[in-house]
């Protein structure tokens, strides 16, 4: 693969918790990555591998403790949580292991919030919303409230908004978790077309292995660190 | 106007309004919480207008140009001051002054039917209209063993014109009810001042002497030429004795209305601030995920004032409306008590009520700044 398809560039990262001694925790011990546009990148291992911590670094939520990361050619190390919160706005997705979805807001609201948080205006953002709806199958769902779904709507409303901003990288923290096998099924055919179709680099942390036969490429964490990267046949 | 409608609507989704609305009973208690903190404060106000304006209202509203009382006495309120009566005939021959009116004070009981109370009065010569209250049922013309009473002192015991009084044991009949002599802690009451004397039991005795100028005399003349005509006595002009009565007041029972009041805006902060901070831990995960998916600090900030600031107007209105709904009863019940809401006070009421709003959203803001959205993650 090119430099230029590089969506997401990580380079001796290391994150540590905790005071020095005992309590110290390498969350993510000296990870270097490269994470392709175009490609649903999976991030497996057992809990507390570094799965969240290594979603959390890429997405700006969390500072490296060592090492440098890059997303769309903007470095994350020492910027500001103003330019963060930008980054993240326009150009990071994120779809959570339970939703998150605001339940006083409908589920075209849910979805047209970010773009609203970017600036765009409520008639384009209604008519954004309601093609992201239509897309995933919600647009008899526009006018409910989240808690009127099924799990698999909810995070097909979920996929819907961190799309609002036509964003390069989603980052979906095991994004079937909460789901039966069908609709986790569902969930991650529809961000591997996103990566597909829209050249979006989308990657997944989960412990699920339904997930890899859709990942162009799988990397497998251990106590932090790399432990391999494989490629599923097809 | 752009064809996509007015620009507030066009802004994006109205995610304060939504969180607002999406708990009704929350927000229902915040506006009660804040509004009867706002009615507390309306009332204190109201009172401490009341006060103000009623409990001065007999010495400023006087048509006098100068009041002269006993040497080193300065009001009306917190004095006891005695002069012979004879002074009036010796100011009466200063150039410039064309009548004066004693006034003999005494603070005394009347009884209303079976009922004792104890008011001031105060026995004012009936031939000259320095000294008459304004009288609003009846007449203001006492005769021998006639008496005017405060409308709310009379409301209060239930006496009407006509009906038989008594005061320090003497016989008097009602004939008059009069306004702005309510001083809130006691009332006014009139009678003739021979008939004071008599209380009193010294017939050449006066309290205060009214003096009233030609129209050709300016006040600081006139008040000019009586001070040092009399040995031991002090000469105020009107406005002069008006206000001096008001600084009393204001350091008196005004402040503690003032205190409470700001006691008020004090329990309406914490109500907000608390009501508030436990809305933004209940919604914790809203407002982490807002910070993760991109929304600015000054978004969050707007978002919490919105809250913040809905919740006083709400409570503002609350206040207002039971404020206005509770005086009427409360002036039925109370009387004495004088509530008059000027319009300052009122803005001021709002004014400090969207502080208290601004105030309010702080701590809640702290809160949210201390959210982190990674924590989205392990939920």
Do not use: C
């Amino acid at each position: 693969m090119s430099e230029r398809e590089m969506a997401v560039r990580l380079a001796h990262v290391t994150r540590v918790f905790g005071a020095v001694g005992e309590t110290q925790v390498r969350a993510v011990d000296d990870v270097t990555l490269d994470l392709p546009r175009g490609g649903l990148t999976l991030l497996m291992g057992a809990s507390g591998s570094g799965k969240t911590t290594l979603l959390s670094l890429i997405g700006g939520l969390i500072a490296p403790t060592a090492g440098s990361v890059v997303v769309e050619d903007m470095s994350l190390v020492g910027l500001g949580q103003p330019a963060l919160t930008a980054l993240r706005l326009r150009r990071i997705g994120i779809v959570f292991q339970a939703f998150h979805l605001i339940d006083a807001l409908s589920v075209r609201e849910n979805i047209e919030l970010p773009m609203n948080l970017a600036g765009v205006e409520r008639p384009e953002s209604q008519a954004r919303a309601l093609q992201l709806a239509e897309r995933f199958g919600l647009h008899d769902r526009l006018d409910f409230r989240p808690r009127a779904l099924s799990g698999g709507e909810k995070q097909r409303v979920a996929i819907a908004r961190a799309l609002a901003n036509d964003p390069a990288v989603i980052l979906a923290d095991e994004p079937t978790g909460s789901l039966d096998a069908r609709a986790g099924d569902a969930v991650i055919a529809l961000l591997h077309a996103e990566a597909r179709q829209h050249r979006r680099a989308v990657i997944v942390a989960s412990h699920d292995p339904r997930i890899a036969p859709f990942a162009d490429q799988v990397v497998r964490l251990a106590f932090g660190r790399v432990d391999g990267i494989e490629v599923p046949l097809r | 106007m752009s064809a996509g409608g007015p620009r507030w609507a066009r802004r994006g989704v109205p995610l304060a309004h939504r969180l607002i609305a999406f708990d009704r009973m929350r927000f229902g208690i915040t506006i009660a919480g804040i509004g009867f903190a706002v009615v507390l404060m309306l009332f204190l106000l109201a009172l401490y207008d009341g006060v103000r304006v009623e409990s001065n209202g007999y010495v400023a509203g006087r048509p006098a140009d100068a009041w002269v009382a006993q040497d080193n006495t300065t009001n009306f309120i917190k004095s006891s001051s005695f002069l012979r009566a004879a002074i009036a005939d010796t100011l009466r021959t200063v150039p410039g002054v064309t009548e004066v009116s004693p006034i003999l004070r005494l603070i005394t009981t009347v009884d209303i039917g079976p009922r004792r109370t104890t008011a001031i009065v105060l026995g004012i010569d009936p031939a000259s209209s320095l000294a008459r209250p304004e009288v609003v049922e009846g007449t203001a013309q006492l005769q021998r063993g006639e008496m005017i009473l405060d409308r709310a002192l009379a409301q209060r015991h239930g006496a009407r014109i006509g009906d038989s009084l008594r005061a320090q044991g003497h016989p008097f009949r009602l004939v008059g009810l009069s306004r702005g002599t309510n001083a809130v802690l006691t009332q006014l009451a009139f009678i003739p001042i021979d008939d004071a004397r008599e209380l009193l039991g010294f017939r050449e005795v006066a309290s205060f002497l009214l003096v009233r100028g030609d129209s050709g005399t300016a006040r600081d003349t006139l008040v000019r030429r009586l001070e040092g005509r009399v040995a031991h006595t002090s000469v105020f002009a009107q406005p002069v004795f008006a206000e001096n009565n008001m600084q009393e007041l204001r350091g008196g029972l005004l402040p503690i209305l003032a205190t409470v009041a700001v006691l008020g805006g004090v329990v309406a902060l914490s109500v907000l601030t608390l009501l508030l901070y436990g809305a933004i831990l209940e919604r914790r995960e809203a407002y982490a995920l807002l910070k993760a998916i991109g929304a600015a600090d000054g978004y969050l900030a707007r978002l919490i004032l919105a809250q913040s600031l809905a919740a006083v107007a709400g409570g503002v209105l609350f206040g207002v409306l039971a404020y206005l709904g509770a005086a009427p009863i409360t002036r039925q019940v109370v009387p004495e008590m004088v509530l008059s809401l000027s319009p300052w006070s009122l803005t001021g009421v709002a004014a400090a009520a969207l502080l208290l709003g601004a105030l309010g959203a702080l701590v809640p803001l702290l809160r949210v700044a201390r959210i982190y959205p990674a924590e989205l993650f392990r939920a």
